[in-house]
């Protein structure tokens, strides 16, 4: 149980085209996803938090126009890199939520889905 | 959450234990430790979390010192498929902002035949 899933896992564009990246949690809802972000050799940083049915809340220094996301649902969220550059080019990594319930068998919480490689040409 | 510190690096030998220190001397009471690993161009997989017991599981042991300033995460017998990153966490669980895990450096534990 508890499978997140990022499609696509890879994906190269164009500079200046937008990309989607989709986050699904199989067999859970999640109220709440995570987005992250990796480059070579770093850890990952975190970029938003996405609520489902609400506006994201963006870490400092993430601008909210480029990285779009919506959690249209409990089990899907999606970033669109807009209008990207290579500077763009990453390690996309979402995580969910487990919605409610407090047991100790959830209180892992954060189920990561496998990531996205992001290479913007 | 608290800041948490880690060794850079470390090297095993394939079929011994693997020990992996964690300091977060600022942890809070509410606060739990939390171990992911994460596999080159992977996700990172959960290991291993606790509040101020040790815990144990069928990947991995984890020991929190008395004080919970410190915390030890054992993989008993490493195998070349356990070179990873690993990642110490700590943050708060059960509320709105669960799940928000800040990721250190990590340490990058190397297993060697």
């Known amino acids: 149980g508890a499978v997140v899933s990022q499609h696509p896992s890879w994906v190269i564009c164009k500079s200046g085209t937008s990309v989607k990246i989709e986050c699904r949690s199989l067999?859970?809802?999640?109220?709440?996803m995570f987005w992250y972000r990796q480059f070579p050799k770093q850890s990952l940083m975190l970029m938003a938090t996405s609520n489902e049915g609400s506006k994201a809340t963006y870490e400092q220094g993430v601008e909210k126009d480029k990285f779009l996301i919506n959690h249209a649902s409990l089990t899907l969220s999606t970033l669109t890199v807009t209008s990207a550059h290579p500077e763009d080019s990453s390690f996309y990594i979402c995580?969910?939520?487990?919605?409610?319930?407090?047991?100790?068998?959830?209180?892992?919480?954060?189920?990561f889905g496998p990531g996205t490689r992001l290479t913007v040409l | 959450d608290a800041k948490t510190t880690q060794p850079p690096s470390m090297d095993c030998a394939e079929g011994r234990a693997a020990n992996l220190p964690c300091n977060h001397s600022t942890i809070s009471g509410n606060e739990y430790v939390y171990w992911y690993r994460q596999i080159h161009s992977q996700g990172p997989q959960y290991i291993i979390h606790?509040?101020?017991n040790n815990e144990t599981n069928e990947m991995a042991s984890l020991i929190i010192t008395e004080d919970r300033k410190s915390s030890t995460l054992i993989l008993p017998h490493a195998t070349l498929r356990d070179t990873a990153v690993y990642y110490c966490i700590v943050r708060v669980a059960g509320n709105t902002n669960a799940g928000k895990s800040t990721f250190g450096d990590g340490t990058t534990l190397t297993v060697k035949p």
């Open positions: 067999d859970f809802q999640a109220t709440t």
């Open positions: 995580s969910a939520r487990v919605a409610g319930g407090f047991s100790r068998t959830v209180y892992n919480e954060q189920f």
């Open positions: 606790g509040l101020k």
